[in-house]
């Protein structure tokens, strides 16, 4: 067996036997579904919560019955202005020339009160309107003179889910390609120098190159695994729930065959250019406490491409935005995912993007491993 095999062995066993590792990717895995079931149960009980309207004066007639039917209870109160802060949701004062309605617009269940509410004021006076109409011999399509008639180009329902897939996916990929072997890559290179055991395997005939790739491997692997894993879980999860509390309203969340295959090549660049930069890392600590320091800045810089999705959804970057680690891998998934489509020059910029990325890690890692002073650092 060549010994970059041999080293890779030894440090699958090793990380297996690590708790941390073990707990960060069963973590991973049981944190996603958690995660999207509280978000389901909130989204529900929003859609599904009743809100209560403090009103004074008269109701006109068939109103009330607008409100009950969209969720909205009625209760009679002395001063609406003063209820609509901290005793009812909104408050409306009916008069004689028309409505006034009070709501504080810090409140998150005073804003969803007023869109409610906007709409049944809405539907009212088109009704009563077309009722007017109707009674002078009026067409009442007259208010329409121009009708508009809508054609979705795709599914509306399936654009929700794989809007809301674009986002949790590749921010969970790239964080767990890196946190999910962040604790293996440090207690392969920081932890072995503090265990005084890296210099009796650098000291083998094996070449230090065969080793430090033995060991990016083994990262690598349980880096892939940890992101699979979660990302698996995520979706088991997501074809479990309801969004929105009524029967048949869950948004369909379906990964295609092409989002697949890209999402896992993806995660195998990502994967091995994170194993080999915190393998780096891991080697200038004196110890796996000092590693960890020096990876903390990692979660910063993967968290921000991660989250550009969420601030910038219609983001349409140029071919040299694919050139940017980390922000190219989430683009070209979010295309993969949200249009079933991969531009072939933008996911061919970005996979020789993370192999650059991924051979300078390697090669700065390897710089260490070849240092004398690796040996006799304390």
């Known amino acids: 067996m060549s010994s970059v095999g041999i080293v890779f062995r030894k440090e699958i066993r090793e990380i297996l036997r690590d708790r941390r590792t073990l707990i960060a990717i069963a973590l991973a895995v049981l944190a996603t579904p958690t995660v999207l079931f509280v978000i389901s149960q909130v989204s529900t009980r929003t859609a599904t919560q009743t809100y209560t309207v403090g009103y004074s004066g008269d109701i006109p007639a068939g109103l009330d019955v607008l ?36 709501y504080d ?14 709409t049944i004021l809405a539907k009212y006076d088109a009704a009563k309107i077309a009722a007017s109409l109707q009674q002078k011999g009026v067409d009442p399509s007259i208010l329409n003179p121009l009708p508009v008639n809508v054609h979705p180009l ?13 986002f949790f996916l590749p921010y969970i990929l790239i964080t767990m390609s890196l946190t999910g072997g962040l604790s293996a890559a440090l207690d392969t290179s920081a932890g072995e120098r503090e265990r005084r055991t890296l210099e009796s395997l650098l000291l ?25 894993a979660a990302i698996a879980s995520m979706l088991v999860a997501l074809s479990q729930i309801q969004f929105g509390g009524r029967e048949g309203s869950a948004f369909p969340v379906d990964l295609s065959p092409l989002a697949a295959i890209v999402m896992i090549w993806l995660a195998v660049l990502l994967a091995a250019s994170f194993s080999s930069v915190t393998i780096a890392l891991g080697t200038l600590a004196r110890n796996f406490r000092q590693g960890q320091a020096y990876a903390t800045p990692l979660y910063f810089i993967t ?6 999705v969420l601030f910038i959804p219609d983001f349409n970057p140029s071919l040299a935005y694919y050139l940017i680690p980390i922000l190219n891998a989430v683009l070209v998934l979010r295309d993969a995912i949200v249009h079933s489509a991969v531009a072939w020059s933008s996911l ?7 192999l650059l990325l991924g051979a300078l890690c390697f090669y700065a890692a390897l710089r260490l491993f070849t240092r004398e002073a690796l040996l006799i650092r304390s």
């Open 303 to 308: 968290i921000f491409p991660a989250s550009i």
């Open 348 to 354: 061919i910029v970005t996979s020789a993007s993370l």
């Open 67 to 102: 409100f009950g039917a969209t969720g909205l209870r009625l209760e009679r109160v002395d001063d609406p202005a003063a209820a609509a802060k901290r005793q009812v949701d909104i408050g409306i004062v009916f008069t004689p020339a028309g409505i006034d309605e009070y």
């Open 105 to 118: 617009p810090t409140r998150q269940s005073a804003q969803i009160a007023d869109i409610r509410v906007q």
């Open 204 to 228: 083998t005939p094996a070449p230090r190159s065969h080793v430090l790739v033995g060991k990016i491997l083994a990262v690598s692997v349980i880096s892939l695994t940890a992101a699979l």
């Open 154 to 166: 795709s599914s509306p329902v399936k654009a929700a889910g794989n809007s809301f897939l674009s």
